[in-house]
């Protein structure tokens, strides 16, 4: 299904939802995380707050809605951001980490994952990580299909 497909579905069942989205895929293993979310286990996820920062991307806000697409860019599910917030990296809490649903679900895994993948995508744009670096923290909920 694609994600207009899954949008027009959402819609038809809650008309009051808006015509605006957005359709993504999570940046680090697209499948699994969207499963996770799915299955209403992946409830938050983070972003490095320097793409928001530079203008290359909008701030996420609460109340809007993405289609979650897999690594083939088929639509998974449809969420709604609920809360957003920005922290510093060494500042992620562990609710947060829980929240994101990955791995043990610790936050020692947390970052040293989410380390890992920052590092990583950073460099690809001649950045540097650091621990003080902000990230944006998004909550959500699964809204379609229920």
């Not at 949008?7 to 008309?15: C, E, G, I, K, V």
């Not at 940046?27 to 209403?40: F, S």
């Not at 991307?57 to 697409?69: D, F, K, Q, T």
């Amino acid at each position: 299904m694609t994600h207009q497909e899954m949008w027009a579905a959402y819609r038809a069942a809650s008309p009051n939802a808006g015509e605006e989205y957005e359709a993504w895929a999570y940046g680090d293993d697209p499948d699994g995380l969207a499963e996770l979310t799915r299955a209403g286990i992946k409830t938050a996820t983070a972003s490095a707050g320097v793409w928001y920062g530079r203008g290359e991307e909008p701030l996420p806000r609460a109340g809007e809605y993405s289609v979650i697409l897999d690594s083939r860019e088929e639509a998974v599910c449809v969420i709604r951001t609920t809360r957003v917030f920005t922290v510093p990296f060494d500042e992620v809490g562990a609710e947060q980490a829980f929240r994101e649903g990955e791995g043990d679900r610790s936050l020692a895994y947390w970052r040293r994952v989410h380390e890992d993948f920052f590092r990583a995508e950073l460099a690809e744009a001649g950045l540097e990580f650091s621990p003080e670096m902000p990230v944006v923290c998004e909550e959500f909920e699964m809204v379609y299909p229920v």
